[in-house]
Nanobody
Framework: QVQLVESGGGLVQAGGSLTLSCAAS????????MGWFRQAPAKEREFVAT????????YYADSVKGRFTITRDKSKNTLSLRMNMLTPEDTAVYYC???????????????????WGQGTQVTVSS
């Protein structure tokens, strides 16, 4: 079993930066994926970024590519999301999630992720 806890959310000005962290307890297999999703009010939860736990291959939503960086520390079972050049459109609750055995074609899909954290609020002011 895997438990995920996010931290690092807060209020930032547009153009600013913020780093989110996710601490995982339990075993993460090398073929797992760990990622970030976000959900704004009245919107569906959407993919932000994910990383293949073993290989380290990174995938990003087009809306954040070039601004966000996902990393993981396998020895510590932690996941991070460095967010730069934030805009008000980035305002959302950000969730950490783990996919035990993702099919590559579904690695960006919410449905592939079995474990979820509680979420952390990111608010970007203009």
């Amino acid at each position: 079993q895997v438990q995920l806890v996010e931290s690092g959310g807060g209020l930032v000005q547009a153009g600013g930066s913020l780093t989110l962290s996710c601490a995982a307890s339990g075993h993460l297999a090398s073929n797992s994926a760990m990622g970030w999703f976000r959900q704004a009010p009245a919107k569906e939860r959407e993919f932000v970024a994910t990383i293949r736990w073993g290989a380290g291959t990174m995938y990003y939503a087009d809306s954040v590519k070039g601004r966000f960086t996902i990393t993981r520390d396998k020895s510590k079972n932690t996941l991070s999301l460095r967010m730069n050049m934030l805009t008000p459109e980035d305002t959302a609750v950000y969730y950490c999630a783990a996919a035990p055995t993702p099919i590559l074609s579904t690695i960006r899909s919410l449905q592939a992720y079995y474990y979820w954290g509680q979420g952390t609020q990111v608010t970007v002011s203009s």
